[in-house]
């Protein structure tokens, strides 16, 4: 014998998750319009280093001494094994280190500071910096030994107009790239080896937002239309309103709880459109199927038994993807760590909305038997019974 399906009443409470989708919404917007969200390095610019320790990395300790740099937003993660670590801050190496040594010469007082980073004349072939320096002699620069050799390799001291130029022939950046590297090594008592170092700048930061905001407005128009050509456009506007609710409401989580949004989170977002849009189209299918099946049931009743046909797929499906997802959570690594809690909160979204938003809006406004009629077979045999 068949099981006899028991019909949910999901249109019966479908004020209650309105009204809670609506909040929900709400409160996503408010975090996003006060806190915004917490960009990356992807899209802010900044700097990245990877770093191969002899020993497991103590993240704990890295995070002290990069904290105790001040750096801006520092981040760092393992990644491929727990002796290979990636650093990210929003800083560039060289404005920090310059930021570092004008702290360092105002405090010698009478009025010294750094006025300026140059790069060397022509004369000076092989150098990598000139500092420009107001209100200092020189004979005072060497004897404070500022700028050792066994740092700063070969050092220059000019007078113009006034001032010091002090030419280095090692950069500030990569000195004080040296000095960070020293500081975690003595905190973590590992050797260190620095296997790269890149800089992201802001234009390409820009440039990574903007085409990511594009990819998921076409993302929209494109689900819009295939749904309105596959069903109907009321199912297509329903379809459209349940993904922008999932999406601003997985925004609005980053937002609130200030988590980091880079390219990994992007990519989270635009998959979970695909998935959202496949369950809540499963949904649809078997609407329509019903509608041509059961034509005198009320539409709110067609809703009803559809989505209750439906429902053990859905739960089925979100968990097995669930499992993925905690996988990689909790297991991956850091680095896609981000990506894992977007799709999470993402799918959670996707399937009450697939369920209770997307439905809702297709009942909310007017589908009927009518609207899913294979018109052309219609014509056709009104035509067939005309002629003679």
Known sequence: MTKELRIIDFMGVRHYTSALSILIVIISLASLALNGLKLGLDFTGGTQLEMLLDRPADLDKIRDVLEKEELKSPVAVLFGSDQEVMIRTQDQMKIKAQEKLSNTIAALGSGAALESLERPVRELEGYADTLVIA???????????????????????????????????????????????????????????????????????????????????????????????????KFSTGAIIGLVHDVIVTLGFFAFFQWDFDLTVLAAILALIGYSINDTIVIYDRIRENFRILRKT??????????????????????SVFIVLFCLYFIAGEVLQGFALALIIGIVAGTYSSVYICANITAALGITKEDLMPKAKEEDGAEATEAP
Do not use: C
């Not at 404070?144 to 002090?166: H, I, M, T």
């Not at 260190?192 to 594009?214: K, N, Y």
């Not at 009320?298 to 968990?319: C, F, K, W, Y």
């Open 135 to 233: 209100n200092l002699g020189v004979d005072l620069l060497q004897q404070k030994d500022l700028f050792p050799s066994a740092k700063y390799g070969r050092v220059e001291y000019q007078q113009r107009d006034g001032k010091v130029l002090v030419t280095l022939e090692n950069s500030v950046d990569s000195v004080y790239l040296n000095q960070i590297i020293g500081d975690l090594e003595a905190a973590t008592g590992a050797k260190i080896q620095l296997r790269s170092s890149e800089f992201v700048g802001p234009q390409i930061g820009d440039e990574l937002r903007d085409q990511g905001g594009l990819g998921m407005l076409v993302a929209f128009v494109l689900v819009f239309l295939y749904v309105a050509v596959q069903f109907q456009w």
């Open 298 to 319: 009320d539409p709110h009743e067609v809703i009803n038994i559809s989505i209750s046909q439906t429902l053990g797929r859905t739960i089925m499906t979100s968990a």
